[in-house]
């Protein structure tokens, strides 16, 4: 079945430094989604992915999905400690009514 | 946040007992899904459903029932809760027809002695 991999598991960064978590499919992907989980709380949608070689910006937050709809990555420039929280991929192929998420990121943020 | 309310919230319960969880929506979306968050597993799907009386199995449906009776509640049932269903349990709404984005409950923690 469909599988979506993502690294790191793990990164600590120092306050203002950038960060990138990268997400890979086994096949290919109608669309991709991104959302972030704070410690203690519930995963928040942050963006969604449809088009090949699609680039969005959020702030400071820059999505990108891959030419071959199988891969994607989340960037951040400049972390501020409110970025601390994990960070998931999740995609859906074509004609599929299931999201299947990757294991996340946890990105902690050094003041 | 969605109109999205999960009960109850945190749950110790014992090996081999009936446990029900309930996700209750207001915003009258027709697909509802039951996931699980584990350590290094993250979020994977247990049941959804995409109407009333309409269910499909997930990747990690063992041990699991659900039913959906109404539009706004999908009830998780573990039937006889073994430990290995200790985790938190997150209830989600969205998909097909809204564009695929899934909005979040705020999660169950089920505790099982």
């Given amino acids: ?9 793990y990164q600590h960064v120092q306050e203002g430094e950038d960060f990138t978590t990268y ?15 704070r410690p203690g709380g519930h995963p928040v949608f942050l963006i969604q992915l449809v088009k090949s070689g699609e680039v969005k910006k959020q702030k400071r937050l820059t999505f990108q999905f891959g030419e071959a709809k199988k891969n994607s990555s989340l960037h951040i420039t400049a972390t501020q400690t409110t970025d601390v929280g994990t960070y998931f991929c999740a995609g859906i192929e074509g004609g599929s009514e299931k999201l299947v998420f990757g294991k996340g990121t946890k990105l902690t943020v050094n003041p | 946040d969605a109109g999205i309310t999960q009960s109850p919230r945190h749950k110790v319960t014992e090996t081999g007992t009936p446990v029900t969880l309930r996700c ?3 915003e009258n979306h027709r697909y509802m899904y039951w996931y699980r968050q584990d350590p290094g597993h993250g979020l994977r799907l247990i049941h959804y459903s995409y109407g009333v009386k309409d269910t499909d199995k997930g ?17 998780l049932t573990l039937e006889s809760a073994t430990s290995s269903q200790t ?15 899934q909005y979040f409950g705020p999660g169950t923690r089920l505790t099982v002695t």
């Fill in chain 2, 87 to 101: 985790s938190v349990y997150f209830c989600a709404i969205g998909g097909p027809g809204h564009s695929y984005e």
């Fill in chain 2, 24 to 26: 209750h929506q207001t």
């Fill in chain 2, 59 to 75: 990747e990690v449906s063992d041990g699991y029932s659900v039913s959906r009776s109404k539009t706004e509640d999908f009830l």
């Fill in chain 1, 23 to 37: 997400c890979n499919s086994s096949t290919t992907l109608s669309n991709i989604q991104w959302y972030k989980q």
């Fill in chain 1, 1 to 9: 079945g469909q599988q979506v991999m993502q690294i790191p598991q």
